[in-house]
T-cell receptor, first 112, second 112 residues
Framework: NAGVTQTPKFQVLKTGQSMTLQCAQD?????MYWYRQDPGMGLRLIYY???????DKGEVPNGYNVSRLNKREFSLRLESAAPSQTSVYFC???????????FGPGTRLLVL | QKEVEQDPGPLSVPEGAIVSLNCTYS??????FMWYRQYSRKGPELLMY????GNKEDGRFTAQVDKSSKYISLFIRDSQPSDSATYLC????????????FGTGTRLLVSP
């Protein structure tokens, strides 16, 4: 099992450009999450998908959109990147019967 | 005031020392408590998970929850250089989908 995988590992964007961060899990988990991690701020929830076909806003959703493509895949889209979106983005997944989340390796995003 | 407070460190100890990492929280509704370990440029990985108050031991690691004081701890015995990482506490209110609230992490450095 690869667990939770994320692509790309690193990306540089110019202000106003768009991009999609990809996440996939092979653990047959129901719920998937997108977080951003910034120094001194900890992990903050952007969006989540409690189950296939549903998505909801988290703590910091502005400037982002998500798609739960199927049970395995959950993508995060930045339509018009801003320097404030420079961060490390983590995807996570959780099995419905468990309380713990499993994280991917992260995508480091730099917006110039 | 943040819901979960964690000293950022760094905490520097010699190899073999006993390490104590702590978090305080303000929301008495939290029932599930987790510790994640995050190596540099990697995703968080689950280390310990406890429900409600009490202790839980796993090898060199012991997680302790004191709900009356709203205080949780992670103890590492016989610390090793490979324990050098950032340790994140996380907690949630109930079962199923509930928002996981993270501390900002404590950076631990174990010197040989």
């Amino acid at each position: 099992n690869a667990g939770v995988t994320q692509t790309p590992k690193f990306q540089v964007l110019k202000t106003g450009q768009s991009m999609t961060l990809q996440c996939a899990q092979d653990m047959n988990h129901n719920s998937m999450y997108w977080y951003r991690q910034d120094p001194g701020m900890g992990l903050r929830l952007i969006y989540y998908s409690a189950s296939e076909g549903t998505t909801d806003k988290g703590e910091v959703p502005n400037g982002y959109n998500v798609s739960r493509l199927n049970k395995r895949e959950f993508s995060l889209r930045l339509e018009s990147a801003a320097p404030s979106q420079t961060s490390v983005y983590f995807c996570a997944s959780r099995l419905a019967a468990q309380e713990t989340q499993y994280f991917g390796p992260g995508t480091r995003l730099l917006v110039l | 005031q943040k819901e979960v407070e964690q000293d950022p460190g760094p905490l520097s100890v010699p190899e073999g020392a006993i390490v104590s990492l702590n978090c305080t929280y303000s929301n008495s509704a939290f029932q599930y408590f987790m510790w994640y370990r995050q190596y540099s440029r990697k995703g968080p990985e689950l280390l310990m998970y406890t429900y409600s108050s009490g202790n839980k031991e796993d090898g060199r690691f012991t997680a302790q929850v004191d709900k009356s004081s709203k205080y949780i701890s992670l103890f590492i015995r016989d610390s090793q250089p490979s324990d050098s990482a950032t340790y994140l506490c996380a907690m949630k209110r109930g079962t199923g989908f509930q928002k996981l609230v993270f501390g900002t992490g404590t950076r631990l450095l174990v010197s040989p």
